[in-house]
Structure formats: C-alpha cells, structure tokens
C-alpha cells in the first residue's frame, strides 16, 4: 500500500487487551482518526502526536519472584493535539511453555519444541533410566508472525486467522543434568495457528504444527530470524560446522547420529546456509534451504524494502558484514555476494564521524548450483588450509574463528570458496574480518539507516589481541563485553571494490556506532558486571516505522536479568521494557506494525536459570522459584507483550 492511499485511510488507535491498533499510513505515528461510532465522530479527530514506551525498573532480589519470571511493567505513553495524554501498563501473554502439550489441530496434542529426526519419529531421551521422554528446546528463538493473503482454512478459529512460526534454537541439557546436548540435536520449527479476536486483538493457539525439515537437510542451530517483505519466514543456521575439522567434530557426530541415525552421514556444506518457511493455509509449512547467501554464522537477516537486497549479521569471532543482492524482487535463490570493507574511522563514539564502508564481490550464483558442489565437493577439494606457518609464498595468511590460518585456493574454485568457506575466501579478498558476534541486523527505512547488534566487542576487535588485524581498520583499545549497536547509512549509486556498479539503492556506506553498553569495574551488590540501566550484549534486533522505536533484546553473560528494550530514535530515549527470568536470553524478538490493524512485540526467552558466575548472589534464591515455573528449568516460553487489561482502548475524539 502506498502512503499516500495509508494516509486516507482511518484507522482507531487501539490496545484493547494486548496489541496496539495503529494507523496505517503517516509518519511517525501519524494522525489518530477514530470511529468509535455515530454522530459524526469521525469528523473530529484528535490528533496523536507522540508514543513513547516508559521504562521500568530492574527487578531486584526485594521481589525474587520478579527476577523468577518474565516481567513487564513499563508502560506506553500517548500524547494528543488536545493535549491530554494517557499511560497503558505491559505485561507478558505466553503462548506455551516448552514441554507442553498443545493442540495439533487434529483433535490431539502435540510436544511443543519437540525434537524429531530425519523420518519425523520422536528423538527420546533416556539418560534418566525409567523417565525416558523425548526431548524437547529450553531453547525457542527466532518467530514471525504473519497472516496470509488467501483464505486460511484451519479448524477452530472463530476470529481472524494468523500465524506465527517459531524455531528452536537448540537445548541445554538431558533431562539426567548433565549431558551437553548443545548443537546435538536437529533444530525443530513449528506453525503456530493462532486465533486473533477482532475486538481485542488477543492470540490464541489453536494449531501447533511441525515443519518437515527433510528438504532443508535438516536443520543446524536456528538463531534469530525475520519477517520477510513477502511474507515468509527467513531462519538461520548459526555456527557453521567446519568442513576442515569435521572428523574430530563430536558436536556434529551427535547431530548426525540424531538426525540421520548415522554419526557419519551429515554433509558439513549442508549447514550454516539460510532456510526460509513459508505457511501454507491449511496452517502447515514448507521449507527450503538458499544455499547462495554465504556460509556463515547466520544469525538474522534483514531484506530491505526493495525485496532484493539483504544485510546479514555474522555470529562469529573474525566475522564479517555481508550483503546479498537478489536478482529478482522476494526470490533469495539466486544473486551476488558481498562482504564490507572497512576505511578507518570506526569509532564506539556515537558522536564520531564513522568509518566508510566499501564492498567487495565474493560471486554470483543460485542456490541449486551451490547446493551440487554442497554435494558432491571435500574442503581439500576447495583450498588447502593449514594452521601452522607453511612458509610457501602460495598461501596467504588470515584471521579465522579467533586464530591465524594459511589458506591456499585450489584452481577454478572461487565460486566454491565463496558460497561454501564463505569466512576464509572474505579473508582472502580482503573484507574486514574483525567482529565479535555480529548478531541481530534491522532496517530504519525511512532515514534509511539499518543497525547491527554487537553481542560484544572482544578478540578480534581488540588491538593487540591474537586474532586481531590491523588492515581490517576496525579496532578498539579495550574489550567491551557489553557490547553495542551499529547504524549504517544506506546509500544508492555505489560501486563495489572493482568499480562496477551494485545494483542496489540500500547499500551500507558509512557506519558508526548508535548505543554502547558500559561495563563496571567491578560487579554490583546484585551480580551484574555490566550497567544493568544500559544495553547489554545486544542480541535481536527489530524496529517499528510506526513507533520510530527500535526494540533490543539481550542475550547476556554481565546482566543478571537479561531486558528488552525500546530506543526512541527521534527522543534518543531508552527504555527498558521486560526482564527475562534470572539466567534466560531474551529471543524471538518481532515487531508487526499492523496485523489486521493491530500491532504486536513478540518475545521468548530460553534456558532460564543458566547460572554463570554473576549469578552467585542470586542463585540459591531463585533456583526454585525458577524450577517451579519452568519444569526444573527444561521449558522455557514463546509469547508476546500485552496489556494489563481486556478492556483498554485507545481510541479519542474532540469533545
């Protein structure tokens, strides 16, 4: 819809039981034009000139039940032109907790977050003798929720039918506590049917679905993830499993034997690529993997509003900046690769000038073509790889995962090296390989600035450090563990490294640094080695044109309480919104501006009660309200931000 016919349209501002209802066109938020119905109300509107998100305190062990649990108790502020304003209180709606059993919207249950392998049967957990259960996530992440253009055609819904898929990232433990089951398991993903009532905006579950995932190969470590402009939803595969170590891999042993029942039979080239779901009406999904976007430590993607082009976060250490961009509008399988170039500049002053950005052409392919070399090439078929000085003047030295390697690139295999060992063929044309944990990546489309979420700023980004390189032109003095967000200016009419054209008008040309997180000398009287009032190993990221509010969500080692939080980017205002239960990352981060004339955050969390070191003041406390609420800390929830109230609404005419 364009803004000029959004703009004619009237829509009530609502939050009526959990979402807000927001006008369609405008900027900012645009103007309130309310129809609550007769005598010509419609002809008065009162004007809504700001909302803004008020910020709660971090919970503290006065309430331990508050750091035990998801709390919400900020607040949306809305300003009108009569002057008046009015406040409505947060809080958290779950779906389900994982472990539960949910409705298959076939007259039966299903586990939700349960993991099944190649052939769908139940993967079961028999460390506890007498207690054996199949396993299922601590772990949920990414989520989209959507609806679908043509008519849904799912049993039980008596409102709007809407969807949501959600992913599994991974999960922590056995049931006997003590076997590491981290990246051993095939990560399951799952359609949500949701019924949306018309007057209140509240969701509720009526189909939980499992996604075949036998055409992706299975998946490996699905992180964050996006809502594509067409509709679909674009997962990830962190961590890519490396070709060259592959056969001392027990991580990925495991991975196979669960998946394919075979410790052998997983191909490492079939994972750390971008799978993307799409729901069907019936509230199923399909899935296929792209396998021409980089094999990198895929954590979220964002497509730019032209349908063509793509920012990718890179989840590693010695990671890098890409960018893919489609030959055609809502189509990822087939395009160009790139990843950025740094000029000197970079600075973690916000008030810094920033560094320029270049960008490099890694190549051109489709994703069945990558996926035939996927299948059929060895690493040592690609490039020789040596961790250790060859003193031969026909490798070249890098910076890869942390420590120094020597690559050598077999003839014709670029094409290979760039879609397959994507991390060591950047390193080799020369892109800046020097981030630590680039994880989230969102778009402000209207200043035309996306942002990438730092985790933290460590090793590589270190002067002086191992895995440090002072040509990647992207250096600190000192680690920041707290990390920080970047914002990048999108730009038309650039050209790439070799001076041809990038057939793009969002291409990232300058960066500098948007948000830093402060990390304290030493830990505060609760645990927390990082400012618990600033961002803290920002994770997701999501940003809402109508609220010019970008949400963060944590995923942090130096907070007790992991949050979530509202950036005004207008106000500079930031604003913590929740706090995840003591020990639990904050994950599947989305924000829908208008969903049938609604507005909704979603927001999971995982493995609550993951004690660290900071958690020591805390632990003996909370460890059983945290095992109370979360089956002994083996579920955790997949939900949304609501309001406190049913009966709420947002909605105002002129006296």
């Known amino acids: 819809m ?29 103007s309130l034009l309310t129809a609550c119905g007769g ?44 002057g008046s304003t009015q406040d409505y209180a947060l809080s958290y709606q779950p779906f389900f907790t994982t472990g539960d059993l949910v409705p298959d919207g076939k007259g039966g249950t299903i586990l939700a977050g349960g993991y099944v392998d190649f052939a769908g049967k139940a993967i079961i957990d028999t460390t506890v003798a007498g207690k054996e259960r199949q396993f299922f996530s601590d772990s949920p992440d990414g989520t989209s929720l959507l609806k679908l253009a043509t008519t849904t055609t799912v049993t039980g819904v008596k409102g709007n039918t809407v969807f949501a898929v959600v992913q599994f990232e991974y999960t922590t433990w056995a049931q006997d506590g003590k076997t590491d089951m981290y990246g051993r398991l095939p990560s399951p993903i799952a359609v949500l049917t949701l019924d949306q009532d018309p007057a209140t905006g509240k969701l509720s579950l009526v189909k939980y679905h499992n996604v075949d995932t036998a055409p992706a190969m299975g998946l490996w470590i699905t992180c964050g993830a ?22 001392s891999n027990a991580q990925f042993q495991a991975y196979s034997l669960n998946l394919f029942g075979d410790a052998t039979k997983a191909n490492p080239y079939h994972y750390g690529h971008l799978p993307e779901v799409t729901v069907n009406p019936d509230g199923t999904g399909t899935i296929k993997k792209h396998y021409c976007l980089g094999r990198i430590s895929h954590e979220l993607i964002q497509v730019l509003p032209d349908q063509r ?16 961009v489609a030959d055609k509008q809502a189509d990822l399988s087939a395009g160009t690769l790139y990843v950025a170039k740094f000029g000197t500049g970079f600075s973690l002053d916000p008030a810094a000038a920033g560094a320029a950005v270049t960008w490099i052409k890694l190549g051109s392919a489709n994703s069945a073509e990558i996926k035939l070399l996927a299948d059929t090439l060895k690493p040592t ?5 040596s961790t250790t000085d060859p003193s031969d ?13 020597w690559v050598r690139l077999k003839s014709g295999m670029d094409k290979a090296a760039a879609f397959l060992e994507t991390h060591r063929y950047a390193a080799l044309k020369g892109g800046s390989m020097a981030f630590t944990k680039m994880e989230g990546t969102t778009v402000n489309a209207r200043d035309k600035i996306a942002y990438s979420a730092l985790q933290n700023m460590q090793k590589s980004m270190v002067k002086g450090n191992a895995a440090y390189n002072a040509a990647y032109n992207i250096g600190i003095d000192k680690a920041l563990n707290a990390g920080g967000i970047l914002a990048h200016t999108l730009s038309s009419g650039q050209k790439d490294a070799a001076n041809m054209a990038i057939d793009s008008e969002w291409v990232p040309s300058l960066t500098k640094t948007l948000l830093i997180g402060e ?22 990221l999501k940003f809402s044109e109508r609220l010019r509010t970008l949400f963060i969500g944590e995923d942090s080692g130096y907070h007790v309480n992991n949050f979530i939080w509202a950036y005004n980017v207008d106000t500079k205002v930031l604003s913590r919104l929740a706090s ?31 004690w660290e070191s900071i958690h020591g003041v805390v632990k003996s406390t909370l460890e059983p309200l945290i095992n109370a609420n979360y089956k002994n800390r083996f579920g955790a929830q997949v939900g949304y931000l609501t309001s406190t109230s049913t009966s709420m609404k947002l909605a105002k005419t002129s006296a």
């Open 580 to 610: 995840m239960p003591s020990g639990a990352e904050a994950t599947g981060l989305g924000v829908v501006d208008d969903l049938n004339g609604w507005t909704y955050i979603t927001a999971n969390f995982q493995h609550p009660g993951y």
């Open 226 to 247: 996006s809502l594509s402009p067409w509709g679909t939803h674009l997962s990830s595969e962190e961590y890519e499993p490396d070709a060259f170590t592959i056969a």
């Open 381 to 385: 078929d690609i490039m020789d790889v």
């Open 393 to 405: 003047a026909t490798y070249t030295k890098i910076w890869f995962n942390g420590a120094v390697q």
């Open 39 to 82: 005598g010509g109300d419609d002809d008065h509107p009162v004007n809504m000139t700001t909302a803004s998100f008020t910020a709660m305190a971090a919970p503290s062990l006065s309430v331990p039940a508050d750091m035990a649990k998801t709390l919400v108790a900020s607040k949306l502020s809305v300003s009108f032109t009569d």
């Open 309 to 324: 082009t793509a920012l990718m976060g890179d989840d590693a250490t010695n990671g890098g900046f890409f960018m893919f």
């Open 519 to 540: 990390d304290l000398a030493t830990a505060d009287a609760l645990g927390n080695t990082a400012n618990p009032d600033k961002v803290g190993a920002p994770d997701n």
């Open 2 to 30: 364009s803004h000029s016919n959004a703009l004619q349209r009237r829509q009530a501002l609502k939050f009526l039981g959990a979402p807000i209802m927001l006008p369609l066109g405008g900027t900012a938020l645009g």
